[in-house]
């Protein structure tokens, strides 16, 4: 029997347990953070938010200053290649460049739990490889970019 159910918060939670799918929630923040994306290098945070027309799952990458240009030189070609998650890039005054990567799930006409699970799963899946694709790219802000260059002092 098909059962479709316009999803709320609890409803997202109770689908992800089932699922065994790996979440946690913040006291920041009204999403559910996905632990499989969240631990991997170069990912601030992974989201999922339950909103009014849907669910809305996003992650944040943290990119090396350095590779801004080169990197919106390829987002067209990066949204090409993965066309179901809407990739652009976040830049602030107050933090690192960040890739943003995002995708919806339309629910107000409800959604099952075989479609839900497919979303995410299908979303973690090619974020993962948008991932694997910057760090080939040089891309991500490591460790190694964390780490200041010793200075001579000047006499």
Known sequence: MLVLLVPDA???ERWL????I????CDQCHGLHL???QGRE???D???FVE???LLLTTEIEIRPGSLLMLLSEISRLNMTWPTLKIFIDVNDDALPRLVACDLLLGRAGVTFEQFIHFVQANV???AQLLEECQQLGCLFGPEDETVPERDALH
């Open 52 to 54: 009014e027309d849907g």
């Open 125 to 127: 899946d090619a974020t």
């Open 22 to 25: 790996h979440h946690y929630i």
């Open 17 to 20: 347990q089932q699922a065994g």
């Open 46 to 48: 992974s989201r999922l």
């Open 42 to 44: 170069g990912v601030l």
């Open 35 to 37: 632990s499989e994306l």
């Open 10 to 12: 609890a409803q997202v």
